[in-house]
């Protein structure tokens, strides 16, 4: 059964960082593409960072290039996103979604883990 | 980058059928945006319905079905059930950049 549990969240202040993780299992991790997805209380989704099985293509959202980076390590089946720069706007419950075969890039997803950024 | 937009919300009947649309602010939306559809319940994560236009994941109810009709993307629902009012988001693919639509609150009443 593909499991995807995301960690890392917290609350963290206006122009911190932090790194959020998503362990993998129940599949090979190095065969998948990766995405993250994020959504604010309240409102609908985003789309914001996909990596490719062998991070040979990385694309990134406007609102989050130069201050996210997404990496894999597909030696212990996890994806991360280090955040840097973050703002007020950033706050959000953070997804992980796996691909899938062909033009499938979002099949799995996990429960997300929540980022407050707040003074 | 580009808009997505979707009805913001829609009501069905038990047992009726409800198509929602997905359109893009950059022209038709055609098969080369690869549309997906996604449902999400409150407090849930999403889960994939509809990807490239109209293939189905083992879980999707039969239903539910993809399509592109009148320059949109769209998800039609066919015998509506209770279990089906939810948030209904679409998502377009732009050349390696994905934007998701601005959702439809689907009410089965």
């Known amino acids: 059964e593909v499991h995807l549990v995301e960690s890392g969240g917290g609350l963290v202040q206006p122009g911190g960082s932090l790194r959020l993780s998503c362990a993998a299992s129940g599949f090979t991790f190095s065969s998948y593409s990766m995405t993250w997805v994020r959504q604010a209380p309240g409102k609908g989704l985003e789309w914001i960072s996909y990596?490719?099985?062998?991070?040979?293509?990385?694309f990134y959202a406007d609102s989050v290039k130069g201050r996210f980076t997404i990496s894999r390590d597909n030696a212990w089946n996890s994806l991360y996103l280090q955040m840097n720069g973050l703002r007020d706007e950033d706050t959000a419950v953070y997804y992980c979604?796996?691909?899938?075969?062909?033009?499938?890039?979002?099949?799995?997803w996990g429960q997300g883990t929540l980022v407050t950024v707040s003074s | 980058q580009a808009v997505v937009t979707q009805e913001p919300s829609l009501t069905v009947s038990p047992g009726g059928t409800v198509t929602l649309t997905c359109g893009s602010s950059?022209?038709?939306?055609?098969?080369?945006?690869?549309p997906y559809w996604f449902q999400q319940k409150p407090g849930q994560a999403p889960r994939t319905l509809i990807y490239d236009t109209s293939n189905k994941y083992s879980w999707t109810p039969a239903r539910f079905s993809g399509s592109l009709l009148g320059g949109k993307g769209a998800l039609t629902l066919s015998g509506a059930q209770p279990e089906d009012e939810a948030e209904y988001y679409c998502l377009l693919s732009y050349s390696g950049a994905y934007v998701f639509g601005t959702g439809t609150k689907l009410t089965v009443l």
């Open positions: 990596i490719n099985s062998g991070s040979s293509a990385i």
């Open positions: 950059t022209g038709a939306v055609t098969s080369g945006h690869y």
């Open positions: 979604a796996r691909g899938g075969s062909g033009s499938s890039w979002f099949e799995f």
